[in-house]
C-alpha cells in the first residue's frame, strides 16, 4: 500500500512541552511538507524539504522544528515556543517540489491541555 | 500575495443534481491548479491537477476548468451522490514561489 502515513491522530500537548509528529512516505517523493489546518483559514506552510538534509521555512515556521534525515521520514516538532498549536497537521509529499501533484496524509489533531 | 477564494462556503444539492464549484484567484502567474476533497477530520484527497497551459482535465464524474487570465477555476460534479458530499478545497502553485496556496473550501452536502 504506497501513501503517507501520519501517526499519532490525536494529540494531546501540556503547557511547556515539546512534542513530535511522524511522517512517513513510500512513495519514493523526493519532497514533503507540513502544513496546518485552522477553521476557516486556508492551509498554510510551516516547513518544507526538497531533498534529504536540507529544508526550508514556510510561512509560519516559528516555534516548529523539523529534520530530514531519510527520503522516506519528515518529523515535525512543535516546541513550547509555539503559542497556538492547538491545530490539524497535515503533511504532504510530491515526486519534485510542489509543481507536480502533492498527495497528503491523514493528519494529526493536536490539542493543548 | 495570491489570494484563492472559494464561493460558495456551504452548498447542499439533491442527489442527482449537477453542480458547480468556483475557485478564483488574484495572481494568474501559476505554475497549476489543484483540487482536493477533504472529508471530515480527514486528510486532503488529489481530485484533478491542471497544468497552467490546460484548459480543463477531467476524471469520472469530476471535470476541471481553468481560465488563467481571468484568474478562476470551477470543479464540475455531474450526477451528485451522497457519497460526494465533503469540502472541496483548490489550491494553486504560484510560479517561483514553491508554496502552494489554498481557498478555505466549500463544504458539499448532497441530500438523499
Known amino acids: 500500500d504506497g501513501g503517507i502515513t501520519q501517526s499519532p491522530k490525536y494529540l494531546f500537548r501540556k503547557e511547556g512541552q515539546n512534542v513530535t509528529l511522524s511522517c512517513e512516505q513510500n512513495?519514493?517523493?523526493?519532497?514533503m511538507y507540513w502544513y496546518r489546518q485552522d477553521p476557516g483559514q486556508g492551509l498554510r506552510l510551516i516547513y518544507y524539504?526538497?531533498?534529504?538534509?536540507?529544508?526550508q521555512k514556510g510561512d509560519i515556521a516559528e516555534g516548529y522544528s523539523v529534520s530530514r534525515e531519510k527520503k522516506e521520514s519528515f518529523p515535525l516538532t512543535v516546541t513550547s515556543a509555539q503559542k497556538n498549536p492547538t491545530a490539524f497537521y497535515l503533511c504532504?509529499?510530491?515526486?519534485?517540489?510542489?509543481?507536480?501533484?502533492?498527495?497528503f496524509g491523514q493528519g494529526t489533531r493536536l490539542t493543548v491541555v | 500575495k495570491q489570494e484563492v477564494t472559494q464561493i460558495p462556503a456551504a452548498l447542499s444539492v439533491p442527489e442527482g443534481e449537477n453542480l458547480v464549484l468556483n475557485c478564483s484567484f488574484t495572481?494568474?502567474?501559476?505554475?497549476?491548479l489543484q483540487w482536493f476533497r477533504q472529508d471530515p477530520g480527514k486528510g486532503l484527497t488529489s481530485l484533478l491537477l491542471?497544468?497552467?497551459?490546460?484548459r480543463e482535465q477531467t476524471s469520472g464524474r469530476l471535470n476541471a476548468s481553468l481560465d488563467k487570465s481571468s484568474g478562476r477555476s470551477t470543479l464540475y460534479i455531474a450526477a451528485s451522490q451522497p457519497g460526494d458530499s465533503a469540502t472541496y478545497l483548490c489550491?494553486?502553485?504560484?510560479?517561483?514561489?514553491?508554496?502552494?496556496?489554498f481557498g478555505t473550501g466549500t463544504r458539499l452536502t448532497v441530500i438523499p
Open positions: 491542471i497544468q497552467s497551459s490546460q
Open positions: 495572481d494568474s502567474a501559476i505554475y497549476n
Open positions: 489550491a494553486v502553485y504560484q510560479t517561483g514561489a514553491n508554496n502552494l496556496f
Open positions: 524539504s526538497q531533498i534529504v538534509n536540507d529544508f
Open positions: 504532504a509529499s510530491s515526486i519534485e517540489g510542489l509543481n507536480t501533484e502533492a498527495f
Open positions: 512513495l519514493n517523493h523526493d519532497a
